[in-house]
């Protein structure tokens, strides 16, 4: 004759508290890992009142092409790309895809996003937006301006020769200039290209 086994009654929903205990911890753990993604207590939807970007401060760079403003929200500049800085999977498709070794893409990226570091430690900023505001890690996509000089970082960076131009439909309102400052920058060496030597590129 088969015994059967009674669990007591507070046992069960103890043990679909601590199941989910667990998966919000894992899953906070692994949103939290890569600056591409939703950074706790932000509410990421549309951009609900644009002056409120007209003049708000820079809290941290991470590389070349983004950055966390005071009230949170990460930010990655329109129309460029500077070099990867961390390991990641960007890295690993950018090397596989230009045929450069990873730790030459690392070391520009270090030199990009310490170029952004000095344009951009400790100031404020006012960011414009094009048709679409936020990627699909909820981070705003824009034209960020010095608000004290009204400077165009994300042109300064690719017209210094610190970037690559990178044009996303439907965001493409300066993709023009962005390539012609690219080809003027490797050709005089600037940044990134200095001692290389390329041809002008139509």
């Given at each position: 004759m088969?015994?059967q ?5 507070t046992?069960?929903?103890l ?10 911890f ?5 949103l939290s ?14 951009v609900?009142?644009?002056?409120e970007?007209?003049?708000?401060a ?8 983004t ?16 070099p990867?800085?961390?390991e990641?999977k ?6 596989a ?31 414009e937006?094009d048709?679409?505001k936020?990627d ?10 010095r ?8 042109e300064?960076?690719?017209?210094q020769g610190y970037?690559?131009?990178m ?5 493409v ?22 001692g ?7």
């Amino acid at each position: 004759m088969s015994r059967q086994i009674f669990f007591p009654r507070t046992v069960v929903p103890l043990v679909f508290c601590v199941v989910f205990l667990l998966s919000f911890f894992f899953a906070a753990y692994f949103l939290s890992r890569g600056h591409g993604h939703p950074a706790a207590g932000v509410a990421y939807g549309p951009v609900s009142d644009p002056k409120e970007y007209a003049n708000i401060a820079v809290s941290y760079i991470y590389d070349g092409d983004t950055i966390k403003l005071a009230n949170g929200e990460r930010v990655r500049f329109l129309g460029i790309d500077t070099p990867e800085s961390s390991e990641n999977k960007k890295l690993l498709r950018d090397a596989a895809r230009s045929g450069q070794d990873v730790r030459d893409i690392l070391r520009m990226g270090h030199v990009a996003a310490e170029y952004t570091r000095s344009l951009l430690r400790g100031r404020r900023v006012r960011l414009e937006f094009d048709i679409e505001k936020r990627d699909k890690y909820g981070r705003l996509l824009a034209y960020v301006y010095r608000v004290d000089d009204d400077l165009f970082i994300n042109e300064d960076i690719i017209r210094q020769g610190y970037a690559y131009p990178m044009t996303i439909p439907p965001n493409v309102r300066h993709a023009d200039e962005f390539r012609k400052f690219f080809r003027e920058a490797r050709k005089a060496g600037r940044g990134l290209w200095q001692g290389q030597s390329f041809q002008d590129q139509k």
